[in-house]
């Protein structure tokens, strides 16, 4: 089993529809990771968690550092959303991120 | 402002032959790091370096080599090439620790015949 998974893998909607992506962890961590990677295959980094939630733009992550789940939400999704999203997880101490797999999101115009 | 810089962006090799691939970053970042990402997995972690003349094992090093001699330089070696290598490549680099925000190149895709 991963340390980190994700859910879904897959997730199809239409414009302007609300999307939330799950992310839950098995280990202690000191930061919780978004990264998005839109099909030409770049990968820039969105948020970094250690508690609570944050927001950039229509872009919204939480954590749950007791439950060790996080969640990115999307608001008013657009066709330009559609990517691969990945969380990563940092272990106390540790020395490398833990990936996701990454969930794969298309909105539909 | 470049940010992370990989060369090559394609590259095809037969099995056997050597090559290395080139990550440069303009950000002053201490850490440095090399992933492969193939179809249904993470990114996951070749070699690391935290800092000038430092380099380390991340969860799959095998037959991948790497040196970092100026600090803005991270060059991953591959000596001997296996179609089991065929992937892509993405090299990052933070300031910090890898709980500090990682920023990526736009990635190699190396294919291995």
């Known amino acids: 089993k991963n340390e980190v998974e994700q859910s879904p893998q897959n997730l199809t909607a239409q414009e302007g529809e609300f999307i939330t992506i799950n992310c839950s962890y098995s280990v202690g961590i000191s930061a919780l990771h978004w990264l998005q990677q839109h099909p030409g295959g770049g990968i820039v980094s969105l948020f970094m968690?250690?508690?609570g939630k944050k927001k950039h733009g229509r872009l919204i992550a939480t954590i749950n550092i007791q439950e060790k789940h996080s969640s990115l939400h999307i608001t008013a999704s657009h066709p330009r959303d559609s990517a691969v999203y990945i969380c990563?997880?940092?272990?106390?101490?540790?020395?490398?991120?833990?990936f996701g797999q990454g969930t794969r999101l298309t909105i539909n115009p | 402002n470049a940010g992370v810089t990989q060369t090559p962006k394609f590259r095809v090799l037969k099995t056997g032959q050597s090559m290395t691939l080139l990550c440069a970053q303009d950000?002053?970042?201490?850490?440095m790091y090399w992933y492969r990402q193939d179809p249904g997995m993470g990114l996951r972690l070749i070699h690391y370096?935290?800092?000038?003349?430092?380099?380390a094992k991340g969860e799959v090093p095998d037959g991948y080599n790497v040196s970092r001699l100026k600090k803005q330089n991270f060059l991953l070696g591959l000596e001997s090439a296996a179609p089991s290598q065929t992937s892509v490549y993405f090299c990052?680099?933070?300031?910090?620790?890898?709980?500090?925000?990682?920023?990526f190149g736009d990635g190699t895709r190396l294919s291995i015949l």
């Open positions: 990052a680099s933070s300031w910090g620790a890898p709980g500090q925000p990682q920023h």
């Open positions: 968690l250690s508690s």
């Open positions: 950000m002053n970042h201490e850490y």
């Open positions: 990563a997880a940092h272990e106390w101490g540790a020395q490398k991120l833990v």
């Open positions: 370096s935290v800092g000038e003349g430092t380099t």
